[in-house]
């Protein structure tokens, strides 16, 4: 099997991590049957890597009920990370996607108060881009970023107008077709600003969500008009949308189905 840039990958290992995050999203112990059932694994391989990640105290294994459960093992690998600020956990990803697909990423921090806060922000090198500063702060419903917000929470459209009209845009959307992009990201999770919160940029956004599904952190892409493709903005969304759901699970324990935005 191989990745998307055509690297070999081990399966024994994929299969091994995703038995690590069924047993993370479960909660509870499993059987190593149900286990091998949900992951899609054979019984018999679903069983040695079981007993493998056991015997290195990755899981636990109860003897009597015959389950298996998250070991204490992973604390170990888990402890320097404990404490960290989010922000340098995700800028490893975030500049990868910048280098990759060639563009500017911005880093937001979505507040209490329906506003989001530039926290960080990454940059391919030798490209011309728009700067933003650090700190400035934007209504929540604002650009690519607040068409994904008003999805993830599931706002009706009397909701979303009033959002919308919070906004102070540039080329402003008509409300229909801003409310269309709201219902297409309830299920891609991403969603792009064309040219109408800033006249000459497009944006394409994702957000990560906390394990109580609010709405924590925003990351868009920043071009000038011309820059990318229509086809190249839908791989950036893509990008975006699959570091959001790492982010979701890895920095802020949602548990995260398969398929869902």
């Known amino acids: 099997m191989l990745d998307d840039n055509g690297q070999k990958l081990v399966p024994a290992v994929q299969n091994a991590m995703i038995i690590l995050r069924l047993l993370a999203a479960s909660g509870s112990p499993l059987g190593a049957t149900q286990i091998a059932r949900e992951a899609g694994l054979n019984v018999s ?26 070991g204490m093992g992973l604390m170990e690998f888990a402890a320097p990370l404990l404490g ?13 996607i910048a280098q990759e ?61 009033k959002g919308f009209d919070s906004v102070r845009w540039q080329d402003a959307p008509d409300f229909e077709a801003y409310w269309a992009d709201v219902l297409a990201a309830r299920d891609s999770g991403v969603a792009q600003d064309r040219s109408n919160l800033f006249r000459g940029l497009d944006m394409v956004a994702a957000l990560a969500r906390d394990a109580n599904d609010v709405p924590r952190l925003g990351m868009s892409s920043i071009t000038i008009i011309g820059q990318q493709t229509d086809a190249s903005l839908v791989r950036v969304g893509a990008a975006l949308a699959e570091a959001a759901r790492e982010i979701e699970r890895s920095v802020f324990g949602r548990a995260v189905e398969a398929g869902s935005p």
């Open 45 to 70: 391989s679903a069983f040695n890597i079981l007993r493998t990640l056991s015997h290195e105290g990755l899981l636990s294994f109860d003897p009597e009920a015959k389950t298996y459960r998250i």
């Open 101 to 161: 697909h060639q563009v500017a990423i911005a880093l937001w921090q979505i507040t209490a108060n329906e506003r989001v806060v530039l926290i960080d922000r990454f940059t391919a090198p030798d490209i011309v881009h728009a700067m933003i500063s650090r700190s400035s702060r934007l209504p929540v419903f604002a650009g690519a970023i607040g068409r994904t917000y008003a999805a993830s929470l599931g706002l009706d459209k009397t909701q979303t107008r």
């Open 84 to 96: 960290a600020n989010p922000a340098d956990l995700i800028r490893p990803t975030m500049m990868a």
